[in-house]
């Protein structure tokens, strides 16, 4: 079966622009998750979904990242007035949703500010 | 929220069998530890998943002593494609938040031939 779908691969947006990433979970998955990858250091949590609510955002660095996953299942991660150090790859995970259910990784979007 | 810590790296040789130890002194009592592996320019995929004593599937075995405040991970027979970045997360993925996904900067682990 498929598992997650992160699109674009790579995106690179000069400083100031806006930036939409977009993830596809496994199909029936009721947890989706956000993490943010820097070069060398493990995934930090952003955010997370209970299918359409989003109950933790807690790891948004600031107000200009927005996650919305309207429809409970595709979620799309928002960046508004990129900056530089908002460069990292953006991880989608998805999960059941049960106690102790791993989570699926997609293969993220790398994003580049200039 | 139960903090880990592993090795920064560790190398070995084709053949051998590698463990990896976490350790995870403030674990919870619902805390379940997790080892995901991650090659580079993928996401971390889930190796293995536990409680308490040994868990073991086709890729790897945990083992948890009765404390449960430390976890090894063991790899056997390891290859030249087990090099990568391992991750011990602790915690409870119950669907009420994110407590306990939390990684650490995990484990490097290079295998030579």
């Known amino acids: 079966g498929a598992g997650v779908s992160q699109s674009p691969r790579y995106k690179v947006a000069k400083r100031g622009q806006d930036v939409a990433l977009r993830c596809d979970p496994i199909s029936g998955h009721v947890s989706l998750f956000w993490y943010q990858q820097a070069l060398g250091q493990g995934p930090e949590f952003l955010t997370y979904f209970q299918n359409e609510a989003q109950l933790d955002k807690s790891g948004l660095p600031s107000d200009r990242f927005f996650a919305e996953r309207p429809e409970g299942s595709v979620s799309t991660l928002k960046i508004q007035r990129t900056q530089q150090e908002d460069s990292a790859v953006y991880l989608c995970?998805?999960?059941?949703?049960?106690?102790?259910?791993?989570?699926?990784f997609g293969n993220g979007t790398r994003l580049t500010v200039t | 929220l139960a903090k880990t810590t592993q090795p920064i790296s560790m190398d070995s040789y084709e053949g051998q069998e590698v463990n990896i130890t976490c350790s995870h002194n403030n674990i919870a009592t619902n805390d379940y530890i997790t080892w995901y592996q991650q090659f580079p320019s993928q996401g971390p995929r889930f190796i293995i998943q536990?409680?308490?004593t040994k868990v073991t599937n086709e890729v790897a075995s945990l083992f948890i002593p009765a404390d449960r405040k430390s976890s090894t991970l063991s790899l056997p027979r390891v290859s030249l494609s087990d090099t990568a970045v391992y991750y011990c997360l602790v915690g409870v993925d119950s669907g009420g938040g994110a407590d306990g996904l939390t990684f650490g900067k995990g484990t490097h682990l290079i295998i030579q031939p």
């Open positions: 995970a998805s999960s059941s949703g049960g106690f102790y259910s791993p989570l699926h």
């Open positions: 536990g409680y308490k």
